[in-house]
């Protein structure tokens, strides 16, 4: 039985028996001469999870992801992806037979149609869930990828990331190029990858995008982790947005209200964001004569920007 | 195995073939040309040549079908624009797949980076054997339709050993491929060494002093025209090639295991 082999029984038993984590960062530093990609970031990807990675452009999300998969050594700390090292290339190899990857620039050669590409990676890592991914996926198979749009590389991107039905996927913006409804279908087609008990690494620029799908976020700013929540966790300590409109139109029970900030009133209607329990929200509004109200999830920017607001001071203390 | 070696030859497959039938009509061209050439008054304006300059270009004759051939195909097409062009198409070997985004997805294989790195430069070959194979049907074909048949074992050695002579150009290539991130700049690179060895064997060929320094290129280890004119050749100089080969491809595939991609 050659290493190849035992490494992958081995990865096997432990994404069907342990609850060790997939992807460990420890203390990861890469440095590209005088240029910080990240520093110091730490963090696990459980197994089974949906693991959001947010952060602008440029905040090091690539150089990361890029570190997990061998194909850049860490300057200082280490990443271990099933147990094994990223610093030995070698034994990462055997563990690579259990990654899928959508990278964030897909470079596909243009000269092969996209069966041929398949057949390629099939001979490589196995396609034991071609079929049923194309059943979800269907970019123009028969012709060669140059004619592709960027969704149909997209879909056949997503195709080649799972159909060796890999314990760990690691996506980088994998959803740029497709639309709403794809959008949505790919959701879907993550949540149940998720209860198979596969591992996702989503990394994304846009928060919205990751709030329907992950489970924890890890958000990264300038190369370093400023926030590592649940998602519930994220969106509750933003706050609800509360707009009421009442019969006097008077601000000042809101403005008592403990959890209540942001006050404004815009003629009778009332605005502020409201981070308390619902049942205390309820007495306040009972003694209002409210005429309308609507409670609302703080728009997404709105929390991102509180990680990314020009003062390090606030966004460091999250 | 080999599944990368397989997809990148039917990726060119159809370069290969294009490759393959210019490479056949232009043998078929200098051999007609050869049939309407006056080799009498050739001969006679070769003589009022000076002898380095007949030595440079290694040019012995042009009056008989080998020497005719000898220069214009083997020496000028296949030891200048061949080994000029593989150096040249294997500088993209990594560069271009790292230029094109194409190198992160292949990474993440199960293989090892000397592996991938192996089978895309063994695929190379597919082209060398095809213009090889063809190129030598049609001179010796082409011979024996002239009335001129050619020795064919030495139209099979004249081909079988430019191989391991391709193959050090491809080499040289390659080695560019991986310390050069964009391919043109990689390509440009393997051509131009190339062609300054080819020079350096040129212009030392003719006299004494320096002819060392012609023996550190690749091109003195493959001379078509002793082959064909008189069938001779040494073993020694192919080990030599095929050493050469082998280290400057562990030397690229142990800069490419090492480097950051």
Not at chain 1, 204 to 217: F, N, P
Not at chain 2, 124 to 135: E, L, Q, R, S, Y
Not at chain 2, 230 to 239: F, I, P, S
Request: one cysteine or more; hydrophobic letters at 45%.
């Amino acid at each position: 039985m050659d290493y190849n082999y035992i490494t992958r029984i081995d990865i096997w038993l432990k994404k069907y028996t342990n609850r060790m984590a997939s992807i460990v960062v420890d203390s990861l530093t890469k440095t590209y001469g005088e240029t910080v990609g990240v520093e110091s970031l730490s963090f696990a990807v459980e197994r089974g999870e949906i693991f959001g990675f947010l952060g602008p452009n440029g905040a090091g999300k690539t150089t990361t992801i890029r570190t997990i998969l061998g194909l850049i050594a860490p300057t200082a700390g280490n990443v271990r992806v099933f147990d094994v090292s990223v610093r030995d290339r070698s034994a990462l190899t055997a563990t690579k037979a259990e990654i899928g990857y959508v990278p964030a620039e897909i470079g596909f050669p243009e000269d092969v149609t996209g069966n041929e590409l398949l057949d390629y990676h099939a001979a490589v890592k196995g396609d034991s869930r071609r079929g049923d991914l194309l059943e979800r996926f269907s970019p123009p198979l028969e012709r060669p990828i140059r004619e592709y749009s960027s969704g149909n590389a997209q879909q056949l991107a997503i195709i080649q990331a799972f159909m060796h039905d890999p314990a760990l996927v690691v996506l980088d913006e994998p959803t740029s190029g497709l639309d709403p409804l794809k959008q949505e279908q790919f959701n879907e087609f993550l949540r149940a990858e998720r209860d198979r008990g596969t591992t996702i690494f989503f990394s994304s620029h846009i928060l919205s995008e990751v709030r329907h799908v992950c489970d924890r976020v890890g958000i990264l700013r300038d190369g370093s982790l400023v926030a590592l929540e649940s998602m519930e966790t994220l969106l509750d300590g933003g706050g609800k947005r509360v707009h009421v409109q009442t019969e006097t139109g008077d601000p000042t029970p809101f403005k008592t209200l403990e959890g209540a900030f942001d006050v404004t009133t815009v003629g009778s209607s009332i605005r502020c964001t409201y981070a308390g329990p619902y049942d205390r929200l309820l007495e306040t509004l009972a003694d209002c004569s409210v005429q309308e109200i609507e409670i609302r999830e703080p728009p997404l920017e709105d929390i991102f920007m509180h990680f990314y607001g020009n003062d390090d001071t606030e966004a460091t203390d999250v | 195995m080999f599944e990368t070696t397989r997809f990148e030859i039917a990726r060119r497959r159809r370069s290969t073939l294009w490759l393959s039938v210019g490479v056949a009509v232009l043998t078929a061209f200098f051999l007609w040309y050869y049939s309407v050439l006056d080799t009498e008054s050739l001969a006679v304006a070769m003589d009022a040549l000076p002898p380095s300059m007949l030595e440079a270009l290694n040019i012995v004759t042009l009056a008989t079908i080998e020497g005719f051939l000898a220069t214009e195909l083997y020496t000028f097409l296949w030891v200048f624009g061949f080994g000029l062009y593989f150096a040249y198409s294997t500088g993209g070997l990594i560069a271009d797949d790292i230029e094109h985004d194409r190198l992160d997805l292949i990474l993440t294989f199960p293989h090892s980076r000397t592996r991938l790195f192996l089978e895309k430069l063994l695929a190379v070959g597919a082209p060398i054997v095809a213009i090889n194979v063809i190129a030598g049907l049609v001179v010796y074909g082409g011979s024996v339709l002239l009335g001129e048949p050619i020795e064919p074992v030495r139209v099979v050695l004249v081909h079988l050993l430019s191989i391991p002579y391709f193959a050090v150009c491809a080499s040289i290539g390659a080695l560019f491929s991986v310390v050069v991130s964009r391919s043109a700049i990689a390509q440009r690179a393997g051509a131009g060494v190339v062609l300054v060895l080819f020079l350096v064997e040129s212009v030392t060929a003719a006299g004494e002093t320096y002819d060392w320094l012609g023996s550190l290129t690749p091109m003195a280890y493959y001379e078509p025209t002793p082959l064909l004119l008189e069938g001779t050749y040494e073993v020694l100089d192919t080990v030599v090639l095929l050493g050469a080969t082998i280290v400057f491809t562990i030397v690229a595939s142990w800069l490419f295991t090492h480097r950051d991609v």
